[in-house]
């Protein structure tokens, strides 16, 4: 995911629905490339979020906000100008690739046999998304390896 860029932009409310608008976009041609709603489930805050197209880095912060709330604009009327706020996050900039544009292939060798594997006479486990073998990179792979290896140790304790 190292490739990846994450917006949020809040709001008030979520005018979009008032439109009979889900808020889900997927575009080919604006910076931001899926738009979902991302307003809570008690239905007190309410934001759009999604991915920006990876060249977004070379622009400032400022120039990325001034872009995607003009998209917004496009689809959703000029209610989407009034924002209580934006924010955007750059995977590549910080500890994932500095300073490069070489793409890293999502994804890559998940489910590995190693991680079948315990350790250390059956006190090392290793979990987490990238030793799933189904949807390994994703939150369901997450939890279905959480699950598997919680289920290894339970019955390991039961023995
Ligand atoms: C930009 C981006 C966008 C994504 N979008 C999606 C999406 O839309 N849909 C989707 O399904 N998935 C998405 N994912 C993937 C998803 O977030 C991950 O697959 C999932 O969070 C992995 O869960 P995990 O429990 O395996 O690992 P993590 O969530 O990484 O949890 C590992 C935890 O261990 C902690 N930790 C690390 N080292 C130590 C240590 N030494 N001691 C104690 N704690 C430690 C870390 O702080 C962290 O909290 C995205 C990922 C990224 C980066």
Redesign the pocket.
């Known amino acids: 995911?190292s490739g990846?860029i994450?917006f949020s932009v809040e709001y008030k409310k979520a005018f979009w629905k008032d439109k009979g608008f889900s808020g889900s976009i997927y575009s080919q041609s604006g910076l931001a490339t899926e738009i979902y709603d991302h307003s809570n489930y008690e239905d007190t805050k309410f934001a759009l979020k999604g991915f920006l197209n990876g060249s977004a880095s070379h622009y400032t912060f400022e120039e990325r906000k001034d872009k995607i709330i003009e998209q917004l604009k496009r689809y959703f009327g000029n209610e989407a100008t009034e924002y209580i706020s934006y924010n955007d996050?750059i995977?590549n900039d910080t500890f994932i690739q500095p300073n490069n544009d070489t793409f890293l292939p999502p994804h890559f060798n998940n489910g590995h046999a190693a991680f079948d594997e315990s350790y250390m006479n059956n006190k090392l486990f290793f979990?987490?998304?990238?030793t799933s073998k189904s949807f390994g990179?994703?939150?369901?792979?997450?939890i279905m390896?959480?699950n598997a290896i919680a289920d290894r140790i339970s019955k390991i304790i039961k023995k």
């Open positions: 995911m990846s994450k996050k995977w979990t987490g998304t990238e990179g994703y939150m369901d792979g997450a390896a959480s």
